[in-house]
């Protein structure tokens, strides 16, 4: 037997997660079936699409459900095989994230190719779903083209920190949006052309007309509401909103504000599309040659925020929406 921890949920949040919302418990795993692995996670990752899965409603992932193990990106390695395709020591990612260790088929988890040498956490960051979001709403939604000027909201964030780099190699003019200083600092170190820490201005949309007094031609949206609004604002005709996420929603209570300017939309010829980065994974192969190159020479760099230990999980995932995160939030379990 082998002793592992996992959190489950304890009750639904409303407005913010709190630790209330969420309860570690113990498990005893039994040696793996036939055709099962056992793996012990090494790192797990917090995003904040989680918030969804935690209101009991359908979306395009179903809810998590209370007394259950919540699920999530991991990577760790394999500690018991009982299928001939996986061999212990093997390093695999899966979606049972927020636990230490757990069985499944080896079907359900994937062998990570270690080869690169990239540290193993980034296959759950720059390497891995956040990566190629930011990948594939840039370069396929947004569908990036010649002298676009970008604005990224949670530009500090995971996926936004990539958005901004892709747009900075490409040789685009790249205005990131994010809060307090620190992250306004680390915007700058990688290149990004006008930084607009939203939490010291007092009107994001004069800012923002300020740093494009043209105008935008590209908005990645991570953030909604008043970054929307905004963006809209500065839109030029016929700019392209690529709608990752509207994090300043996921934990409204009453019904959220929306952008007062829409009509602008008309007008403008905007193109508003929301993507779920499962329905671009055709683009994976493109995806690992290109990042591969702009890692390797050093034209793409990341930051993480790593949290150790399940007992943390819960405040690291809280942590998203407070903004106590630069780049990827992790949590470290072994
Ligand atoms: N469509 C998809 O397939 C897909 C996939 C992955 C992620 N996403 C979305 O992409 C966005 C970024 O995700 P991520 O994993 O990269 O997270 P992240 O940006 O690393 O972390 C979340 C960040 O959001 C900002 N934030 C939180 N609450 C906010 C608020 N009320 N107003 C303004 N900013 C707020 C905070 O940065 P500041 O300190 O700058 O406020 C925080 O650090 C999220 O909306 C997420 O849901 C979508």
């Known amino acids: 037997m082998t002793t592992s921890r996992e959190v489950r949920l304890k009750s639904r949040p409303e407005g913010l997660p709190t630790a209330a919302n969420f309860e570690v418990a113990s498990v005893e795993l039994p040696a793996p079936g036939p055709g099962e692995v056992q793996v012990r996670n090494h790192f797990m990752s ?16 179903p809810p998590f459900q209370i007394g259950e193990a919540l699920q999530g990106g991991c990577v760790g390695e394999v500690i018991a095989s009982n299928d001939p395709s996986l061999q212990v020591g093997d390093t695999v990612q899966s979606m049972l994230g927020w636990r230490e260790a757990y069985n499944a088929p080896a079907s359900a988890v994937q062998k990570v190719d270690t080869s690169s040498g990239l540290p193993l956490q980034a296959f759950l960051g720059i390497a891995g779903m956040p990566g190629m979001t930011a990948y594939a709403g840039l370069l396929r939604v947004a569908a990036l083209k010649e002298g676009d000027v970008v604005f990224v909201s949670a530009a500090a964030g995971a996926v936004g920190s990539v958005v901004c780099q892709i747009a900075k190699i490409k040789g685009h003019t790249v205005i990131g949006s994010a809060g307090g200083p620190e992250k306004a600092a680390f915007l700058k170190s990688i290149g990004v052309d006008h930084v607009i820490d939203y939490k010291a201005v007092p009107d ?13 031609d590209v908005y990645f949206e991570n953030v909604g509401g008043e970054h929307l609004e905004a963006a809209i604002d500065s839109a ?9 996420g509207m994090i300043s929603q996921y934990n409204e209570t009453g019904e959220p504000k929306g952008p007062s300017n829409i009509i602008q939309a008309v007008g403008k010829s905007l193109k508003l599309e929301g993507f779920i980065v499962s329905n671009h994974y055709d ?3 493109d995806f690992l040659r290109d990042m591969s190159g702009w890692i390797a020479s050093g034209q793409l760099q990341w930051k993480d925020t790593v949290d150790e230990g399940i007992d943390n999980a819960a405040g690291a995932f809280i942590k998203l929406f407070k903004g106590e995160n630069m780049g990827k939030m992790l949590v470290k379990l072994s």
């Open 204 to 216: 994001l949309k004069a800012a923002l007309r300020e740093a494009a007094p043209r105008g935008i």
């Open 236 to 244: 030029r005709p016929f700019a392209r909103f690529a709608l990752c």
């Open 46 to 61: 917090v995003d904040p699409y989680m918030r969804g899965r935690m209101y009991d409603r359908p979306s395009y992932v």
């Open 283 to 285: 683009l994976l192969p």
